[in-house]
């Protein structure tokens, strides 16, 4: 089976993760964390629906039949 399409999109919410905890503000500016935290929300909307997505091509797939011989010794 290739998961390319899924593998890509994982890996692009997984990028943008990491870097919005890479440029999570280290000062105690209170407006500076307010914006820093509308815009992560704002994010989390699009990587939960691009993971909803992900989840359902997956639940699409066929699964695959079991083509193991059933030769059980007697």
């Known amino acids: 089976m290739d998961f ?4 890509k999109s994982l890996d692009e919410v997984y990028t943008e993760v990491v870097e919005a ?3 999570k503000p ?3 500016d209170v407006e500076q964390s307010r914006i820093y935290f509308e815009n992560v929300s ?3 909307n699009h990587w ?3 993971l909803k997505d992900v ?3 997956l639940e699409e797939r066929e ?3 079991d083509l193991t011989a059933d030769n ?3």
């Open 48 to 50: 939960a629906s691009v």
């Open 55 to 57: 989840k359902s091509k």
């Open 63 to 65: 699964d695959t039949p």
């Open 4 to 7: 390319n399409a899924e593998i």
């Open 42 to 44: 704002a994010r989390m």
């Open 72 to 74: 059980r010794p007697a």
């Open 21 to 23: 905890i890479m440029h």
């Open 26 to 28: 280290e000062s105690q």
